[in-house]
């Protein structure tokens, strides 16, 4: 064969893969979509990808067999939304360009994003000398297929990432021991209580600000931080505004969720009333962009612990970490369909880990039970002040979301201080009547202002009956 003939011969042949009716590029998929994976029941659900641009992508659930199709756009990108039944599979779903790919072991159920910093990053295993308190037990009893969990590596970009590397994967014990323990805890009292399969995202890196949690357009009006532009190197992922939602939390973007549960802001604890700011708008951001309406979040309040001496050379040693705690409480009259699980009996002195994470994710879990699956008679919500008064030399304090009183379980109250006009604050006795306390002290005759638990590190020591502790407060805003 002639050299001029050969190469025609090759140019003909190379063609006729790329025009060939027959062959078709193969539909590619994100790893947020997968085997094992759970999709929100009883919800218009977003599935998307990349294909050949120009060309139509089909998608088939097995629970209904019906066929959605899409038009791919010019950068050969697609997406579309299916309608998904009550909980239950496995299914089988199926996404074609010509070239079927077929998706197995599909659950439907309650699908929750998971984020924050290390206290939700902490595993099931614990931190090098930091237990999880329990979880080797827990651990050993974790199997369950119905409850499956993907999680993001972690990432600082400041360019929008679409994809990342990562699976689904079922409840056993070499999965669940690597995976977030509190997000572990409020999906198996999700799953037990409503015999639901519970699908979890975690988005999550240990020292994350809040900003790094947030978009350039949200990040950039908070003028005290340097927002990196796109290209730039991030030296600090977990504290460089836009880094971490870029890098991890973009991904994952429109999945289908019912909610979003928070632990963070021991990383702002220095900065409270910026706290309150940027918590509203990345809540807002969040909702705005998975265009969902306004999906619960329910989040930790910090747990107390001795900042100040623990690391002098980066947190303000005459800050109190009871202001970013008061900020938190503050935010759920703030933002919409939100609440906060108190941790005041956790917390340890010289550990920012919390052994309890039990108590985390079961508080977390309370909130979603009572306020989006209708489970009723029982408490999830601890109780805030609702109104002081003064008589004579004694401050009373009245309590809401304490239904059947409060209760210190039989020991002596020692966290209340009290102050006069002199703004001297001195230990204070408290006695409780059922949802009221009562507090006095002899150096202070005219009660002005009174406080509980309002140090760095402290144990709470009030409770509803219910057993959920109230949170840290102050009646003055000196």
């Known amino acids: 064969m002639k050299k ?33 994976m759970v999709l929100q029941q009883e919800a218009e659900v977003a599935i998307w990808g990349w294909a050949e641009a120009g060309s139509m992508v089909s998608v088939i659930p097995g629970w209904d067999s019906k066929k959605y199709t899409v038009k791919t756009d010019p950068d050969g990108k697609w997406k579309l939304k299916i309608s998904t039944p009550e909980a239950g599979g496995p299914y089988e779903l199926s996404i074609s360009e010509g070239k079927e790919i077929k998706l197995n072991n599909i659950l439907i159920g309650e699908v929750w994003l998971c984020s924050g910093q290390s206290n939700m990053e902490m595993p099931m295993k614990g931190y090098w000398d930091e237990p999880v308190l329990g979880s080797n037990d827990d651990i050993l009893k974790s199997g ?50 409503l015999n639901v399969p519970v699908g979890l995202i ?76 940027l918590f509203i708008k990345m809540v807002n951001e969040w909702r705005s962009l998975w265009q969902t309406g ?69 508080r977390l879990a309370y909130w979603a039970l009572a306020k989006n699956y209708g489970v009723k008679g029982f408490e999830y919500a601890s109780p805030v002040v609702d109104s002081m008064h003064v008589t004579g030399d004694t401050a009373v304090l009245t309590f809401k979301n304490a239904p059947n009183g409060l209760t210190s379980f039989g020991k002596e109250l020692s966290c209340f201080e009290v102050a006069g006009a002199d703004k001297r604050f001195y230990p204070a006795k408290a006695f409780i009547f059922r949802r009221t306390v009562y507090i006095k002290c002899p150096e202070v005759k005219k009660p002005v202002a009174v406080r509980y638990a309002f140090k760095d590190f402290i144990r709470g020591d009030l409770y509803s009956t219910g057993g959920l502790p109230v949170s840290s407060f102050r009646t003055d805003n000196w």
Not at 10 to 30: C, N, R
Not at 167 to 174: M, R, V
Not at 332 to 353: F, P, Q, R, W, Y
Request: with cysteine.
């Open 4 to 36: 001029n003939s050969l190469f025609t011969f090759m140019l003909v042949f190379s063609l006729s893969f790329i025009i060939s009716p027959g062959i078709q590029a193969e539909v590619k998929l994100p790893s947020i979509f997968g085997n094992n």
């Open 202 to 277: 975690d988005v999550t890196y240990g020292g994350s600000s809040i900003q790094a949690w947030m978009s350039r357009d949200i990040s950039t009006p908070f003028g005290q931080w340097q927002v990196p532009e796109e290209g730039d190197s991030i030296d600090v992922p977990s504290r460089t505004p836009t880094g971490l939602f870029y890098g991890m939390l973009y991904p994952v973007i429109g999945y289908g969720i019912k909610g979003c549960i928070w632990y963070q802001g021991e990383t702002n604890m220095h900065q409270p009333s910026e706290y309150e700011k």
């Open 294 to 362: 306004e999906f619960p979040f329910y989040y930790t309040q910090i747990a107390p612990y001795s900042y100040a001496e623990t690391d002098t050379s980066y947190f303000d040693a005459k800050l109190n970490s009871a202001f970013i705690r008061e900020a938190q409480l503050k935010l759920m009259n703030m933002v919409s369909n939100c609440g906060m699980a108190v941790l005041m009996d956790t917390g340890e002195k010289n550990c920012i880990h919390p052994a309890n994470k039990e108590a985390a994710g079961k």
């Open 144 to 193: 369950n297929t119905n409850i499956r969990f993907i999680s993001v590596p972690r990432s600082g970009k400041t360019v929008p990432q679409e994809d990342f590397d990562g699976n689904w994967k079922e409840a056993a014990p070499e999965t669940v021991s690597e995976f977030s323990a509190t997000a572990y805890y409020f999906a198996r009292l999700l799953n037990n209580t």
